[in-house]
């Protein structure tokens, strides 16, 4: 009897071990995608403070069409996790970023954010002023 009361605290050590194995295993999962989301975010944020300050937004003349191959051609842009293909620029997730030309001043960069959907809170949106700063 006492050789089989062992026998069954050796299943239960390790039924709890492997338990807690795939708990541990299940939490590090969800912080790494935390993490990915994270980063992405940056990413995308880091992008479009970059764009702000290219010469493909400085220049005497935008088109926002080039927009993408131009700043392709800059190499001072750090893309990290995003990229462009074609004409398009693409966000943190692989995703389209709305550039529109707001006025002929202003133009307009909306990442959909996290949820993939446009116009919703967590959208990363940069309005880039054309107009050049003024010394103070």
């Not at 050789?3 to 541990?24: E, H, K, N, P």
């Not at 692989?94 to 967590?122: F, H, M, P, W, Y």
Request: with cysteine.
């Amino acid at each position: 009897m006492g050789d089989r009361l062992r026998r069954l605290g050796q299943v239960g050590f390790f039924i709890a071990a492997f338990s807690s194995v795939v708990y541990v295993s299940a939490l590090m999962v969800r912080f790494r995608e935390q993490a990915r989301e994270t980063i992405r975010e940056t990413h995308t944020r880091f992008l479009f403070d970059q764009i702000g300050n290219s010469s493909c937004i400085r220049g005497e003349r935008l088109h926002l069409d080039d927009l993408a191959s131009c700043l392709s051609q800059d190499g001072r842009i750090d893309w990290n996790s995003c990229s462009y293909s074609g004409r398009n620029i693409l966000d943190g997730w692989g995703r389209v970023v709305n550039v529109q030309a707001i006025d002929d001043q202003t133009v307009l960069l909306q990442s959909k954010g996290r949820d993939g959907i446009l116009e919703t809170e967590d959208d990363i949106v940069n309005h880039i002023s054309l107009r050049a700063e003024e010394a103070p």
